[in-house]
């Protein structure tokens, strides 16, 4: 009831054998592009690969425990929400994507056909646009 609007990107609504196994492709940096590391090892410094395999760690422990991250609770979202999501994201399959917009009334999906998981810095003027479109309205 307090929030007005919602935008979701790159998103899961709950964990799949898909996700485990994407994860895992990517447990290692060195599967990494060089930018890849290089952009986020500016943030996280040297703990980059730790942080990442825990999480990766924690994500395979909640697809055991039976992968529910908000799936069976998205009927309850009642604010208008836009759904931005990339058709090539490697990280979080398609699906996702449908799963959200089906599960929430009042959502708009909008995909971008070349888009990755970077959606928001690969297409940023695109998605700045959207998304303010979206708040504004």
């Not at 930018?35 to 410094?45: K, P």
């Not at 836009?82 to 999906?109: C, M, Q, T, W, Y």
Request: with cysteine; charged share 20%; hydrophobic share 40%.
């Amino acid at each position: 009831r307090r929030v007005t609007k919602l935008t979701i990107w790159g998103g899961n609504a709950y964990l799949a054998i898909e996700d485990i196994a994407a994860y895992e492709t990517t447990r290692s940096l060195s599967s990494w592009s060089p930018r890849m590391v290089d952009a986020m090892g500016a943030v996280y410094g040297d703990e980059l690969q730790d942080l990442w395999s825990r999480w990766c760690d924690g994500m395979l422990a909640i697809y055991c425990s039976g992968g529910e991250l908000c799936r069976q609770r998205l009927h309850l979202i009642q604010c208008p929400t836009l759904i931005l999501h990339g058709e090539k994201d490697p990280l979080v399959p398609n699906f996702h994507a449908d799963v959200l917009k089906a599960g929430i009334a009042h959502s708009r999906l909008h995909m971008f056909p070349d888009g990755k998981h970077n959606i928001h810095t690969a297409f940023a003027q695109e998605f700045n646009r959207l998304l303010l479109e979206f708040l504004r309205s």
